[in-house]
């Protein structure tokens, strides 16, 4: 089945330490993104790609990192200068950028700092 | 400044109990609107885009309309399973999509 892996479901981070959230798309789409999801709130983008080797930082991107270096694949860096990083993140990817058609999401990771 | 507000922020119906939800915008310039269900710790699923005003669709005991300011979600004789957080998004003329931050639908049985 196509769809969007995220992984892992639950993490956890010590503060001052750098963690990667995975994200990879068998959809064949060019765009994916990342979110932030926290109660009450909707969901804030942090970064988006277009296309491979090239990514735009969103609404929210202080404090993360990402990169593109294959149509299928679209990692999340939340660093030590992300001073709140306890959400609910969210993958999505589109068959072509820029809202014009729908997102589609993967399920999760929950991060929570320790 | 570009904004989307749902309304209510929680409903709680009883099985049957039709209802709708709000979702109203501020954007400089509507060029779609999504409505997507999420259940708790899962991600959105897509439900409907709409894209101008007077534009209807229908999903089993969905159905979604657009007015120039606000979109409606209406739920028809609901069941449990319905139980669910209904997001929308609105896509504006410079191809940004803005999330409102949701409604959260509890149908008790």
């Known amino acids: 089945d196509g769809g969007i892996t995220q992984s892992p479901k639950y993490l956890f981070r010590k503060e001052g330490q750098n963690v990667t959230l995975s994200c990879e798309q068998n959809l064949n789409h060019d765009a994916m993104y990342w979110y932030r999801q926290d109660p009450g709130q909707g969901l804030r983008l942090i970064y988006y790609?277009?296309?491979?080797?090239?990514?735009q930082k969103g609404d929210i991107a202080e404090g993360y990192s990402v990169s593109r270096e294959k149509k299928e694949s679209f990692p999340l860096t939340v660093t030590s200068a992300q001073k709140n990083p306890t959400a609910f993140y969210l993958c999505?990817?589109?068959?072509?950028?820029?809202?014009?058609?729908?997102?589609?999401f993967g399920q999760g990771t929950r991060l929570t700092v320790v | 400044e570009d904004q989307v507000t749902q309304s209510p922020e929680a409903l709680r119906l009883q099985e049957g109990e039709s209802s709708s939800l709000n979702c109203s915008y501020t954007?400089?310039?509507?060029?779609?609107l999504f409505w997507y269900r999420q259940d708790p710790g899962k991600g959105p699923e897509f439900l409907f885009t709409?894209?101008?005003a007077g534009e209807e669709k229908e999903k089993e005991r969905l159905k979604a309309t657009l007015t120039k300011k606000e979109s409606f979600l209406h739920i028809t004789a609901p069941k449990p399973e319905d139980s669910a957080t209904y997001l929308c998004a609105v896509r504006t003329s410079y191809d940004k999509v803005i999330f409102g931050p949701g409604t959260s639908l509890s149908v008790i049985p």
């Open positions: 999505a990817s589109s068959i072509v950028p820029g809202g014009k058609t729908e997102a589609f």
């Open positions: 790609s277009q296309i491979v080797n090239d990514f």
């Open positions: 954007v400089s310039g509507l060029r779609g």
């Open positions: 709409l894209y101008s």
